[in-house]
């Protein structure tokens, strides 16, 4: 099976702006959680989906947004950008059936923000 | 909120000693503890994980082992070698969600 992969791998934007990630999840898994990963702090959960829906949220502002298509694939979307969101942004996914289950990771996608 | 402490964040063996990470957990909701391993410039990976109904649990040189009482997990690492120096995270869910809170995540070096 092919793994989770993320694109871009790579983006630098700046201040005011808006990006957009995507996430394509291994064949057959239904569940997609976001991560920020900074120095210091860790993975931060940002949000997770499944069947097209967000089940879970984490404590980010509303300019963090994200959706999943109904093959689920999923994108996250920063709207007004700020210097603090300069991260390694992290999708893992999973079945999300049956109670929880090991989660697999995506490269991520390195955002810069200038 | 749901929060996981994690400690050490930084932590230094000789190779062939043992290495503990410890961590904590806010949520006695929370029943699904698994342990992720991040080498420099990788993706997160999955080493072990353990439930709440089982107190150890063994992979070759990895054990976990969890005291719900007190709330409670660590990673035992025992003859650890070169490749063990990676960054370590903790994390706790729950049953029916997939939103998993890790810890801030603990680095270790193994010392030649």
């Given at each position: ?18 990006v957009?990630l ?5 064949s057959?898994?239904r569940?997609?959680?976001w ?11 940002l ?5 097209e829906t967000?089940r ?32 390694l ?5 999973s079945y999300?059936?049956?109670g929880?289950?090991?989660?697999f990771f ?7 923000v200038? | 909120?749901?929060?996981v402490?994690q ?9 062939g ?8 957990y806010?949520?006695?909701?929370s ?11 990788k ?5 072990i ?6 107190g150890e649990k ?21 003859e650890?070698q070169?490749?063990?120096s990676?960054?370590y ?6 049953e029916?969600?997939d939103k998993?809170?890790?810890?801030k995540?603990t ?6």
């Open positions: 099976k092919a793994g989770v992969t993320q694109t871009p791998r790579y983006l630098i934007k700046t201040r005011g702006q808006q957009t995507s996430c394509s999840p291994i057959g898994h569940s997609v959680s991560y920020q990963q900074t120095p210091g702090q860790g993975l931060q959960f949000f997770e989906y499944f069947s967000q879970n949220k984490g404590n980010f502002p509303g300019r963090f947004s994200g959706r999943q298509f109904s093959n689920s694939r999923s994108e996250m979307n920063v709207s007004t950008l700020e210097l603090g969101d300069s991260a942004y992290l999708c893992a996914s999300g059936t049956s929880v289950g090991e989660q995506g490269p991520g996608t390195r955002l810069t200038l | 909120g749901e929060n402490e400690h050490p964040s930084t932590l230094s063996v000789q190779e000693d043992s290495a503990v990470i410890k961590c904590t806010s949520d006695s909701a029943n699904y503890f698994p342990w992720y391993k991040q080498e420099l410039g993706r997160p990976q999955l080493i994980d353990i439930r709440s109904n089982v063994k992979d070759q040189r990895i054990a976990v082992t969890l005291n719900k009482t007190a709330k409670h997990f660590s990673l035992h690492i025992t650890t070169p490749e063990d990676a960054v995270f903790c994390a706790a869910s729950w029916g969600d998993i809170i890790f810890g995540g680095r270790l070096h193994i010392l030649p």
